[in-house]
């Protein structure tokens, strides 16, 4: 699968009067992602409407990375000014603010992030602020947040997310993302595979509460997840070719959010845990793990429990109450949002009965996901980290992941089920 704007356009065309009964609509102007294409940013960027002065945000790295890219912009006559982080690690509300400073000091009337996650945030919350045109040049395929129109943003030591707004243009050079640091592509790769559990549990929520599902959506993220699954486990890391695929995969399920107007098509159970973690090395003062790498390591647990669960013929109800106690414990300081999140307790909207009486359709549904060692074979094929151990995780904070991870979000997930099943996976 090779994007160019027609297929943007044949995607949108394909959902037009989707049997799911949402509009499917983005407003996105150009998607390219091709091998060598840098030197024609510029002409991307005019073709899609933007003109005059442009504002270039990157750090050291990425326009380091980014080679060729200024010679790209002059050569299409844009005037461009630059705010040039040292090495962005963090998306704070003070870069945001450094580049609103530098873009009212300038006059520039268009955004373009060169770089990947912080980068990209802290220009997708300053553009939505000045409400001016944006755009993305990507380095790396680290997770697949390219097309989102929030904006996790920390302030006073806490992360928020803020309201922001989705690109116009996103462009990729896929031998400048081949060269990007493993542990991005691996990170990248991670939050890829989490779409398996997530599609589960998308399901699974639609099969017993009815929850909205789009057949279409759901079809067209898989197959460009499967792309890059299969690339990741035959051909090189390093080569171009895999890095566009996943990055092809990974803007599609931000995309997929967009269309669908929910975070089903890409966060399920995994994405829950790997919040879970997120939150304990906050409160721990631990430096944080990439996002796609806990959503890797995650999304391997996840898939054990969910083939295991896929193994059995039957399946019993047996519905008991959260253990408020132990949660409280487990989530500490954050007791408060936790108990917010779970109260109704989602699994309360199940009819009783319905688990047991659906049982082959769930199973269906679990079967599909790849198997866990599937899931850490590819992540350790990247050179990533594939289980908690493997990525310095606590084991203490594996099985709190496991048995408590899912209670960050007020979500029906597969692994809620486990509160109202006699069965134990874990
Ligand atoms: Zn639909
Ligand atoms: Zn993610």
């Known amino acids: 699968m090779m994007f160019s704007m027609l297929d943007l356009k044949k995607i949108t065309e394909s959902l037009r009067d989707c049997p799911c009964g949402r509009k499917h609509e983005i407003n ?15 002409r991307i960027l005019r073709d899609a409407g933007f003109d005059g002065a442009l504002h270039v945000v990157a750090d050291q790295n990425t326009l380091a990375a980014a080679a060729g890219i200024a010679d790209a912009l002059r050569t299409a006559r844009f005037r461009t000014t630059l705010t040039l982080f040292d090495d962005l690690q963090l998306a704070d509300i003070e870069g945001v603010e450094r580049v609103r400073r530098d873009i009212a000091r300038c006059g520039a009337k268009a955004v373009l992030s060169v770089g990947t996650g912080s980068l990209n945030d802290i220009c997708r919350f300053a553009a939505a602020q000045l409400d001016m045109p944006f755009a993305i040049y990507a380095t790396a395929p680290s997770m697949d947040g390219f097309a989102s129109v929030m904006a996790p943003i920390t302030q006073n030591g806490f992360k928020r997310t803020f309201p922001a707004k989705a690109p116009e243009v996103i462009i990729a050079d896929s031998a400048v993302l081949a060269k990007s640091p493993a542990v991005l592509k691996a990170a990248g790769l991670g939050d890829l595979l989490g779409k398996y559990t997530a ?13 909205y599902y789009c057949e279409k959506i759901a079809s067209l993220t898989r197959a460009a997840v499967d792309d890059a699954a299969e690339l990741a486990r035959r051909s090189d890391a390093e080569s171009p070719e895999f890095s566009a695929s996943l990055m092809e995969a990974l803007v599609l399920s931000g995309l997929a959010m967009l269309l ?23 409160l721990l003062g631990r430096p944080q793990v990439f996002h796609g790498k806990k959503v890797g390591i995650a999304a391997g647990l996840v898939a054990d429990v969910y083939n295991r669960l896929a193994q059995l013929d039957t399946i019993h109800e047996m519905r008991r109450p959260i253990d408020w106690t132990r949660l409280s414990t487990v989530y500490g300081a954050l007791w408060n949002e936790c108990r917010a999140e779970n109260t109704p307790n989602p699994v309360d909207a199940i009819p009783a009965g319905a688990v047991e009486k659906n049982w082959e ?12 060692d599937e899931i850490r074979a590819l992540i350790r ?10 990525a310095d995780i606590p084991a203490y904070l594996e099985d709190q992941g496991l048995r408590y991870g899912r209670y960050a979000r007020f979500r029906m997930t597969m692994m809620r089920l486990l509160d109202i099943i006699e069965e134990n996976p874990i």
């Open 28 to 42: 996105i102007r150009a998607l390219e992602i091709g091998f060598g294409n840098t030197p024609d940013t510029g």
């Open 199 to 211: 599609h589960a549990d998308w399901e699974v929520a639609a099969c017993l509460t009815g929850e």
């Open 260 to 282: 669908s107007g929910c975070t089903r098509p890409a966060s399920g159970a995994e994405h829950h845990i790997a919040h879970f973690w997120e939150m304990q090395y906050a």
């Open 361 to 372: 359709t769930l199973r269906a549904a679990l079967a599909r996901v790849p198997k866990g």
């Open 381 to 390: 094929r990247t050179g990533g980290a594939a289980t908690c151990a493997e």
